[in-house]
């Protein structure tokens, strides 16, 4: 498929403390199918395949101390240059350019309101093979307590196109991909804030959403096979959105648009 547009999400994986149970979860509850273990080379990452295409990545934390936690990773085509310009912007680079065998290249970074993120440079592993349908990744937001700071420094290290909601019920922007004129069909995540309806205790952080066909039976069968909704089913105007954690605690969302009338 094409290359994925400069600061478009273009992969999410998840970390977990037992590989094999994350699987059980994550097939029952999208249907994915996953491929061979990678083996001790490339940590026993997993790919998840939903009809067949590249949805996401399962892999085992290596140290007890990582978060169970989804991540995010935006497609760059220089991945030497967005970690140059992540710390001139105010981040700073955690993980340097690291090649992934013949995959691509990847690096993390944290934004200056503390929200860890990742960037990732194509090689043969070009990244989501399907993408906002059912059984996939459909859209990402940062949340965090220093919107200025973070709002000035997405918008400088990709560029992006922004748009504030003035219908929402709390301060949101919406991202565009550089260039483009910000709309709901350009659209590709954006940033929220955390309030003093979340816990104190939150960390700045990035929420993956993922489509369903029914929130509501997703949310039910998530629960049944051992995770926890978070926040029950609710409904807003781009569609029906529960946030759900896994059977290890790792938090995601899951979005079912809205039926045409």
Not at 12 to 28: I, M, N, Q, S, W
Not at 31 to 56: I, L, P
Not at 101 to 109: E, K, S, V
């Amino acid at each position: 498929m094409a290359a994925f547009t400069e600061g478009t999400p273009c992969w999410v994986d998840v970390l977990l403390p037992d590989l094999e149970a994350g699987k059980r979860f994550y097939g029952e509850l999208f249907g994915w199918t996953f491929d061979e273990d990678s083996g001790e080379a490339y940590g026993h990452y997993t790919n998840a395949y939903s009809d067949g295409k590249r949805v996401a990545g399962l892999a085992p934390k290596r140290d007890g101390r990582m978060p169970t936690v989804w991540g995010v990773y935006f497609a760059t085509p220089d991945i030497e240059a967005a970690t140059r310009t992540i710390r001139e912007a105010g981040g700073q680079v955690i993980m340097n350019p690291t090649p992934v065998g013949t995959f691509g290249t990847m690096a993390q970074a944290v934004d200056p309101g503390g929200a860890v993120f990742g960037l990732w440079e194509a090689g043969e592993h070009t990244g989501f093979e399907k993408q906002g349908e059912p059984g996939s990744f459909c859209w990402t937001e940062v949340y965090t307590r220093d919107k200025d700071a973070v709002d000035a420094f997405y918008e400088t290290i990709f560029g992006f196109q922004v748009r504030d909601l003035d219908d929402a019920s709390i301060d949101f922007r919406v991202w565009s991909p550089a260039g483009t004129q910000p709309t709901d069909e350009t659209a590709i995540g954006g940033r929220s804030v955390i309030t003093d309806a979340f816990p104190a205790e939150m960390p700045a952080h990035f929420l993956t959403y993922f489509a369903v066909d029914d929130c509501d039976d997703t949310a039910a069968l998530a629960t049944r096979i051992g995770g926890r909704v978070t926040e029950p089913p609710f409904d807003t105007p781009y569609g029906r959105i529960a946030v759900i954690a896994d059977n290890q605690g790792a938090v995601f969302a899951v979005l079912a648009e809205p039926r045409a009338a």
